[in-house]
T-cell receptor
Framework: GAVVSQHPSRVICKSGTSVKIECRSL??????MFWYRQFPKQSLMLMAT?????????EQGVEKDKFLINHASLTLSTLTVTSAHPEDSSFYIC??????????????FGPGTRLTVT | GENVEQHPSTLSVQEGDSAVIKCTYSDSASNYFPWYKQELGKGPQLIID?????GEKKDQRIAVTLNKTAKHFSLHITETQPEDSAVYFCAASLMGGGNKLTFGTGTQLKVEL
């Protein structure tokens, strides 16, 4: 199946700094990528939808100036958490939709990035 | 918007028994229903999905059923094994309408020896 990678898998940063998370589709072109946040023992909450070459669409309640998303190519999307605070500590997961195996609606998920803000 | 409810939140079964997880959705326009398995510290993995034009789909020990009228869909795992222990999420989406997934709240499945 199609593979989505994320980097880094874990990151610890100090409060007030910014951190960038990369999401890559390794063997297919992702027309759309999604970013989710997941708190412990909770479900995945969609943060934003990202289409290549256009601005991301953020879900209600998600601050676009705090969570900067760039979908620069059909295989790469980045999420930058700016001025991070301890409450931003969470598991961030990306997914991608593309023409993988002829099924254009299946979402392939990355392995996630554990962000800890101290 | 879409709302997906999932039950039970936790499920313990003996190895070899069957496990059933149920979900309901609110938006009758939703037409794609995937199920994901998530192991601790990892991203979700698609295990099976079903489109609204199909009532049932099976893949080895896993099956999904869909009742469009009642807006219910269920995951059935037969002959459970310890490696089936994980959190399972159902989701609903409108294909071609943004493809955004709305997830259920998850079910922690524990298969005991």
């Amino acid at each position: 199946g199609a593979v989505v990678s994320q980097h880094p898998s874990r990151v610890i940063c100090k409060s007030g700094t910014s951190v960038k998370i990369e999401c890559r589709s390794l063997d297919f072109q992702a027309t759309t990528m999604f970013w989710y946040r997941q708190f412990p023992k909770q479900s995945l909450m969609l943060m934003a939808t990202s289409n290549e070459g256009s601005k991301a669409t953020y879900e209600q309640g998600v601050e676009k100036d705090k969570f900067l998303i760039n979908h620069a190519s059909l295989t790469l999307s980045t999420l930058t958490v700016t001025s991070a605070h301890p409450e931003d500590s969470s598991f961030y997961i990306c997914s991608a939709i593309g023409l993988a195996g002829g099924y254009s609606y299946e979402q392939y998920f990355g392995p996630g990035t554990r962000l800890t803000v101290t | 918007g879409e709302n997906v409810e999932q039950h039970p939140s936790t499920l313990s079964v003996q190895e070899g028994d069957s496990a059933v997880i149920k979900c309901t959705y609110s938006d009758s326009a939703s037409n794609y229903f995937p199920w994901y398995k998530q192991e601790l510290g990892k991203g979700p993995q698609l295990i099976i999905d079903i489109r609204s034009n199909v009532g049932e789909k099976k893949d080895q020990r896993i099956a999904v059923t869909l009742n469009k009228t009642a807006k219910h869909f269920s995951l059935h795992i037969t002959e459970t094994q310890p490696e089936d222990s994980a959190v399972y999420f159902c989701a609903a989406s409108l294909m071609g309408g943004g493809n955004k997934l709305t997830f259920g709240t998850g079910t922690q499945l524990k298969v005991e020896l």
